[in-house]
């Protein structure tokens, strides 16, 4: 079986009912799944991503503080995509770090913030084609 996969992305928050109330206005996340305080799963397009608050991360007995913010990308096929979702974002109380616009690599992006600090880029990159279903693939691979 192959590793080169994404099955699991967490985002560590510190409140989670204020983050699965954040998470469904700024983004339209749908909770599948919650176990009390600690953890909340939402079922995305070939992985999962997960709401962890971070004193249930404590409880896991590392020793190690988790991570300050988790960064990743949400990719559009279209810039007025892009303009809508961070529009969206700051509605529903995110921060806009980087208003949407072209970025230097020759695509069009957006970064926001939700209130752990957790860094999202909202993008439209040429390499990139999203699906019908919502998958991201390489184009001409």
Do not use: C, H
């Not at 599948?32 to 007995?61: C, H, K, P, T, Y």
């Not at 810039?79 to 069009?108: H, I, L, N, R």
């Amino acid at each position: 079986m192959s590793t080169q996969r994404m099955s699991l992305m967490t985002l560590p928050v510190d409140d989670l009912s204020d983050a699965i109330d954040f998470y469904e206005r700024a983004a339209g996340w749908e909770i599948q799944m919650r176990f009390g305080d600690d953890i909340a799963f939402v079922q995305m397009n070939g992985f999962v991503a997960a709401l962890w608050s971070r004193r249930s991360w404590e409880a896991e007995g590392l020793d190690f503080d988790p991570p300050g913010y988790t960064s990743f990308a949400i990719n559009f096929s279209r810039p007025p995509e892009v303009d809508a979702a961070a529009t969206k974002w700051a509605a529903a109380g995110g921060a806009v770090v980087k208003q949407p616009g072209m970025a230097y690599w020759g695509g069009y992006s957006s970064y926001v913030r939700d209130p752990w600090g957790n860094l999202i880029e909202f993008a439209v990159n040429d390499v990139l084609e999203i699906t019908e279903d919502g998958r991201t693939i390489l184009r001409g691979v």
